[in-house]
């Protein structure tokens, strides 16, 4: 079983920037594509991005397109999302999960996710 464990969150204004890390550990996350999600209160968790194993694709949701990014370092167990540009509708909190089986999009595809942490963006 792998556990994962986000950090980075936090409360910012529009137009800042912020890295999130997911720390994995109990497994490896070599060979898994890793993605994350958010969830703002009364909304569904949104697709936000993923990565294959090797990091040579990346996929992102169209609302956060060009504006955040997606990386991992397999020998520290670790994935990343660099976020630009913040804006309000960014508001949630943002989950970090290894993909098992299924359309990278669709969160029923994810088998492990983190606990989640909360950014918060001001206008």
């Known amino acids: 079983q792998v556990q994962l464990v986000e950090s980075g969150g936090g409360l910012v204004q529009t137009g800042d920037s912020l890295r999130l890390s997911c720390a994995a550990s109990g497994r490896t996350i070599d060979g898994y594509t890793m993605g994350w999600f958010r969830q703002a209160p009364g909304k569904e968790r949104e697709f936000v991005a993923a990565?294959?194993?090797?990091?040579?694709?990346?996929f992102y949701g169209d609302s956060v397109k060009g504006r955040f990014t997606i990386s991992r370092d397999n020998g520290k167990s670790t994935v990343y999302l660099q976020m630009d540009s913040l804006k309000p509708d960014d508001t949630a909190v943002y989950y970090c999960?290894?993909?098992?089986?299924?359309?990278?999009?669709?969160?029923?595809?994810?088998?492990?996710w983190g606990q989640g942490t909360q950014v918060t963006v001001s206008s």
């Open positions: 990565i294959d194993s090797d990091s040579r694709d990346t």
């Open positions: 999960a290894s993909a098992g089986i299924g359309r990278i999009t669709v969160k029923s595809t994810y088998d492990h």
